[in-house]
């Protein structure tokens, strides 16, 4: 074999050990996408609407497992507390009803026995409802008179309301909005439930007219609602969807810490601002469209929050994600324990949180796929001590999304936590400051208001 055949073979080993490594780079990446999509499709999997902004509707027939909840344990044992004012049923002083019992015989000896012979008694009571009595009719008579002066004849007014020479009155229309609007019982149920307690047949045509009635009363009294919740200080804003008529609506609402304003759209679209001026603060789950509302300052709901960052801790095992909630509940316990004391937050209090906060969010931009994620997609190489930590540019976590690093969903999930640095008060719903927090921060007295 001559030197040039030699170099020949060596040529063609080479250019195959090319070949082959080149198709294996190609294949461990293609493996390594493959991977990636299994383990993005497998997170969708495990999202509903207990740890993510999906409705309930889109949970399925068996809906989520609800096995975790927002609220931590707070090492109390469960039902009333100490100092709790309890609510039960006692006797009554003054019963509607009073029925005697004596004894007919002696025990001892068999004698018979009277009312009279009566030394004391013992009571008890039974609180019930009274026997179903039948429709009370009112018979109105509006009266012709004939003076005795002149001969004209007037006639008496029938009372407001009163148009029909056979109606429904007040009570029954009342009873029929409640149920209908408040308990949500649909027509045909409700047409049932009248029938069988009540003796009264209501036709599905008679109860629509009595919530149109209704309706068209309440219409000055909805107004002054709306307009007054619009000019609340902090007013909470939320949507869902639902049918009516076989046709998908949307249920917007705006609420405060007590009046709350319902309204039906067609369009999901359709804002509080496009009928009334809005004012103030408002409070909402970081959908777009509010942010183009004009003249008000945006706060983020903690409940939103922390049901978000419920999807990498469940799924992906981040550890930011669950720094992150802590923080978010100790903060939020912070703010409501100085409301209830009628104190302010310290400034330096106030700068610890974000401190504190900026550092969870350097850690995730760090990170941004996840320890366990990168498991999953074959990328999980040892560190190389010879290369320095990629520096951040410093900057409020709004701009995160500008990082060419993320991908779309990761952008999604910075945005859904987006935190406005200009708020220095932590604002979430009534109904979640009175659940969210009160309960972790006292674990660690550090986060306790500074007085």
Not at 298 to 311: F, Y
């Amino acid at each position: 074999m001559t030197p040039a055949s030699n170099q020949s073979d060596r040529d063609e080993l080479a250019a195959a050990l090319a070949a082959a490594l080149a198709s294996n780079a190609a294949l461990l990446q293609a493996i390594a996408k493959l991977e990636a999509r299994v383990a993005e499709l497998e997170r969708r999997l495990g999202l509903d609407s207990s740890n993510s902004s999906k409705p309930p509707s889109s949970d399925g027939p068996k809906g989520p497992t609800r096995t975790a909840s927002l609220h931590r344990p707070s090492g109390k044992k469960s039902g009333g507390q100490k100092g709790h004012k309890g609510d039960t049923l006692r006797q009554s002083a003054t019963p509607d009803i009073v029925v005697d019992h004596h004894p007919q015989a002696c025990a001892g000896c068999g004698a018979a026995l009277t009312s009279e012979m009566s030394e004391g008694h013992a009571a008890r009571q039974v609180f019930d409802l009274p026997e179903p009595q039948p429709l009370e009719i009112t018979e109105r008579r509006a009266h012709a008179c004939r003076c005795a002066r002149c001969g004209e004849t007037t006639r008496a007014a029938f009372p407001e309301g009163v148009d029909a020479p056979v109606q429904y009155g007040a009570r029954i229309a009342a009873f029929v909005v409640y149920l209908l609007h408040y308990q949500f019982i649909a027509e045909d149920r409700l047409k049932q439930l009248m029938q069988d307690l009540f003796g009264v047949g209501l036709s599905c045509a008679t109860i629509a007219g009595m919530s149109r009635a209704c309706a068209s009363r309440l219409k000055d009294f909805a107004e002054a609602l709306c307009d007054r919740v619009a000019r609340a200080d902090v007013k909470h804003m939320d949507k869902t969807d639902f049918r009516i008529g076989g046709k998908t609506q949307w249920l917007h609402v705006a609420c405060t810490s007590l009046p709350t304003f319902y309204r039906v759209c067609a369009k999901r679209g359709a804002l509080l601002s496009d009928i009334v001026e809005v004012v103030g603060v408002i409070v909402h789950d970081h959908w777009k469209p509010y942010y183009t509302m004009d003249g008000v300052r945006h706060a983020l709901c903690n409940a939103h929050h922390l049901r978000e960052l419920k999807a990498p801790i469940d799924i992906e095992k981040e550890d930011w994600a669950h720094q992150m909630q802590i923080l978010l509940r100790r903060a939020c316990h912070a703010t409501n324990l100085a409301r209830e004391r009628g104190v302010a937050l310290k400034p330096r209090f106030v700068a610890r949180i974000k401190r504190r906060y900026d550092a969870v969010v350097r850690r995730f931009r760090h990170d941004p796929i996840g320890h366990l994620h990168r498991q999953k997609t074959g990328l999980e190489h040892p560190p190389n001590p010879h290369l320095q930590p990629r520096r951040v540019a410093p900057g409020p976590p709004r701009n995160l999304t500008s990082s060419t690093n993320l991908g779309n969903h990761d952008k999604k999930r910075i945005e859904r936590l987006n935190w406005k640095h200009e708020n220095a008060k932590l604002t979430a719903h009534p109904a979640s400051q009175r659940t969210l927090g009160r309960r972790d921060a006292r674990s660690d007295s550090s986060f306790a208001p500074m007085n």
